[in-house]
């Protein structure tokens, strides 16, 4: 019959499939992504902390070394924390560990939000007590230090 | 019925020590490194003598207390360190390496401050 074969030519023509995936569009980001953008650079500066929380560490293990190897060694890390170059390393440290201190405080609300009788507990109610607890301990390790 | 097995991710743990990690880090770091890198090498405050440092890490639970303050914080940083290589350079394809690298360096600085500790006379 004639109309089969017109129908039979129209299934076969239509459909056209591909045999690959069409390329994704995916612009190129630059590898400098993170700058010109205040909260881009937060982010970056927020990460970047980390590097800082472990050259305290690295200075708190000679420390503990200089203490297992007596007085003189002692003696020779605090000069050695005197040299100009370690002060400006570890003013930079702390202004990274302040900076690391304030937005983890200030991120714990969005991390764990407490909900009390159906409503979300305002942010300052969690963030508030992290900050009285930096002080306190902080207080707390001077004194033992000192004393 | 055969069981669909699927890997389990070891994320959340490793997020766990980075969560614990940037606790400790916010809550005890500040005033050490403020105390050790500039208050004592500055002379604001007078830095305690060998004596009476001694007579501090002696006692068992500063000990613990000084382990932890390294090992937490330095998974803490073993974390956002892998992602801030990720991130800021774009290296996603040498995560492997990364995550050794990072981890690996996170656990042999533990155990350094383990055996510190523990030779402290």
Known sequence: MPGMAAKRQTIEAAPHYTEYHPRWYRPPVSVYWWLGEWHYLKFILRELSSVFVAVFVVETLLLLNALRNGADAYAHFLVTMQNPLVIVLNVISLFFLVFHTITWFNLAPSATPVRLGGKRLPDIMISGPAYVAWIVISAFITWMVLQ | ?121
């Open chain 2, 1 to 121: 019925m055969a069981r669909h097995e699927e890997k389990a991710s070891n994320e959340p743990f490793f997020w766990i020590l980075f969560s614990a990690g940037g606790m400790m880090a916010a809550l005890f770091i500040p005033i050490h490194l403020f105390l050790f890198g500039l208050a004592f090498p500055l002379g604001w405050l007078h830095a305690p003598s060998y004596e009476q440092i001694m007579a501090l890490a002696r006692m068992p639970l500063v000990r613990i207390y000084l382990f932890v303050l390294c090992a937490l914080p330095l998974f803490h940083w073993a974390h956002r360190f892998r992602y801030t290589l990720y991130d800021g350079l774009k290296v996603k394809h040498l995560n492997e390496v990364i995550f050794v690298l990072c981890y690996g360096g996170a656990t042999v600085g533990s155990l350094i401050a383990a055996y510190f500790l523990w030779t402290i006379g």
